[in-house]
Nanobody, 124 residues
Framework: QVQVAESGGGPVQAGGSLRLSCEAS????????LGWFRQAPGKDREGVAA????????FYIKSVKGRFTISQDTSKNTLFLQMNSLKPEDTAMYYC?????????????????WGQGTQVTVSS
């Protein structure tokens, strides 16, 4: 059974940094996509970044490129999202997700396994 659980959110001022962690277990390293999604109040859930566990390919939405970095520590079954130069518009609940996927990484419906979320609040 695949399980994922996020941690590391909190309040931060604009321009600051946070690192989110996701403990993920029960999946095969070679064929899973691990993603970070976020959902702000009144908005749809959107894909932020993704990493394919087998070959470490990474993907980002345009608004976070150059500011966020997704990575994994396979020895600890942990996925990270390093977030720098945070902006108020990054405020959202952030979710970790995992699944084998065949289509676009940024589609929430493609992911079967989800964590409970961790809140990130960026103040101006």
């Amino acid at each position: 059974q695949v399980q994922v659980a996020e941690s590391g959110g909190g309040p931060v001022q604009a321009g600051g940094s946070l690192r989110l962690s996701c403990e993920a277990s029960g999946y095969t390293n070679s064929d899973y996509c691990l993603g970070w999604f976020r959902q702000a109040p009144g908005k749809d859930r959107e894909g932020v970044a993704a990493l394919f566990s087998g070959d470490n390919r990474t993907f980002y939405i345009k608004s976070v490129k150059g500011r966020f970095t997704i990575s994994q520590d396979t020895s600890k079954n942990t996925l990270f999202l390093q977030m720098n130069s945070l902006k108020p518009e990054d405020t959202a609940m952030y979710y970790c997700a995992a699944n084998r996927i065949n289509g676009p990484w940024y589609v929430p419906e493609a992911f079967k396994y989800w964590g409970q979320g961790t809140q990130v609040t960026v103040s101006s």
